[in-house]
């Protein structure tokens, strides 16, 4: 008797392997794609974290910078309100930039102060803000932990006034601002000096050093005084004569108006100033003005008397340009500066019914830390020849002014075209500047060191 065997075809033993495969290749997929999403919001959330370091470091520095730490020689060390601004601060950008804010809490942002304790820190007050994003959300990860993720990022940024540098480093550090204002104004401190001339205690700083003759609040020192800016032109062409006044009763200190060379103005719709020197008022002329060196192009030597806009007066071309530039409409509408003295720390801006943003993104009555009342002003050394700008020959700029702008003075009598400015910075580089120039947007810059 014979038996046959039958065997199943081998087709039939795979049966169901196919889907078993199918359902392994989509549950890989589906980690590795669980995977790739974690690690996306990770990336994402190290660089947004990064960038909000960075942005509350550089807000914690300008703190420190309006609270007047580069102005006073003995800050060695942060003061409690100078602390506690500068961590609000902080806190305030970092929370607001996250890119998960509801994850980032006061007590994410953390302070420290590199250099306290030592003289450098009255110069370029240092501050490192470390950030942390807690509670990000996970998938693929919470296989193997509950816990919450957590990613963190730090940066340092710095404050720097080139008036205090000698004191430190033993030279000055030369600075090199734009959008500085027209205004070319002796180195003679009209609050200080009485306005009797310009003794040495009668100075905004030292010449050679560039440190600051007055440091320190109003009134024992120069942040918050306020004075008077009045042009040391009359009303043709050739009124700019040497050996005129340079500070007055009231008090007053007497400006040149500079020829900065020309350059395209992002102006506002609002100011169609028709000369070069009406929109340098109104708006940005990018051009850098150096102090105590020089850079190409231009020179400091490039700044030239411009006599022939006729600024002083009612209705003149400074009047008219700083009436744009603050946003003034008869004598109101613009910002106001709560100056003291003694002037607050920081400085208190109030937003005008005129500021661009008023109505819209900002109350009338808001505080801002910036403004467009606020300016820089270069300050020539009128104890060597020339002592004063003319045609022919320029001055040597050795320092900077930030003022901010109170008010341009309306209607007839002996302040028309002139206007009131409050010193909130002094920054003066002195004839022995040396070193590589810093190149900023103010008369004091706030810059990213470390990331």
């Known amino acids: 008797m014979i038996r046959r065997r039958t065997q199943l075809p081998l087709k039939n033993n795979e049966r169901g392997v196919t889907m078993i ?12 794609i669980a995977l790739a999403i974690d690690v996306i919001t990770l990336y994402s959330a190290r660089s947004e974290t990064q960038r909000a370091a960075d942005s509350a470091a550089l807000a914690a520095a300008k703190m420190l910078v309006d609270m007047g730490v580069t102005t006073d020689p003995t800050a060695t060390v942060p003061t409690a309100a100078q602390i506690d601004a500068a961590t609000k601060a902080a806190q305030s950008v970092a929370i607001n930039l996250s890119i998960a804010a509801r994850q980032v809490q006061t007590t994410d942002v953390s302070l420290l102060f590199p250099g306290s304790g030592t003289a450098a ?6 501050v490192t803000v470390t950030v942390q994003n ?26 720097f006034n080139p008036s205090n540098s000698s004191s430190v480093g033993g030279t000055a550090v030369p600075i090199v601002p734009r959008c500085v204002k027209p205004f070319i104004v002796p180195n003679c401190d009209p609050v200080h000096g009485g306005g009797t001339g310009c003794g040495t205690a009668a100075t905004f700083f030292n010449t050679t050093t560039g440190a600051m003759t007055n440091p320190g609040a109003a009134p024992a020192g120069i942040i918050g005084e306020g004075f008077d800016l009045m042009s040391n032109c009359g009303a043709g062409p050739s009124s700019c004569a040497p050996g005129t006044p340079t500070v007055g009763a009231g008090p007053t200190l007497y400006y040149y108006p500079a020829q900065i060379p020309a350059a395209t103005n992002a102006c506002p719709a609002a100011c169609t100033g028709g000369t070069n020197f009406e929109q340098d008022i109104e708006c940005c002329n990018p051009t850098p003005i150096s102090c105590g060196t020089t850079v190409t192009p231009p020179t400091v030597n490039s700044l030239l008397l411009d006599d022939t806009m006729f600024p002083d007066g009612m209705g003149g071309p400074a009047q008219s340009g700083v009436k744009c530039l603050i946003h003034q409409s008869g004598g109101s509408g613009m910002d106001s500066l709560n100056s003291g003295p003694p002037i607050p720390y ?11 943003l008023a109505g819209s993104v900002l109350s009338s009555n808001d505080l801002v830390t910036t403004s467009d009342s606020l300016v820089t002003i270069p300050v020539y050394d009128q104890t060597v020849a020339p002592n004063t700008p003319t045609n022919a020959a320029a001055v040597n700029i050795v320092g900077f002014l930030q003022v901010f702008i109170d008010q341009a003075f309306p209607g007839g009598g002996p302040k028309a075209g002139s206007f009131h400015v409050t010193v909130v910075n002094v920054s003066g580089c002195g004839n022995s500047a040396t070193g590589t120039p810093v190149m900023a947007s103010s008369a004091v810059p706030v810059r990213l060191i470390q990331q």
């Open 21 to 32: 495969l199918v359902v392994l290749a989509m549950l890989s997929m589906l980690g590795i």
């Open 134 to 159: 807690a509670n990000l959300p996970t998938f693929f990860s919470r296989i193997w932990s509950r816990a919450a993720l957590t990613v963190r990022a730090s940066a340092t940024a710095e404050g």
């Open 346 to 356: 920081p400085p208190q801006i109030q937003v005008g019914n005129n500021h661009p």
């Open 121 to 126: 820190f009255s110069v370029n007050p240092k």
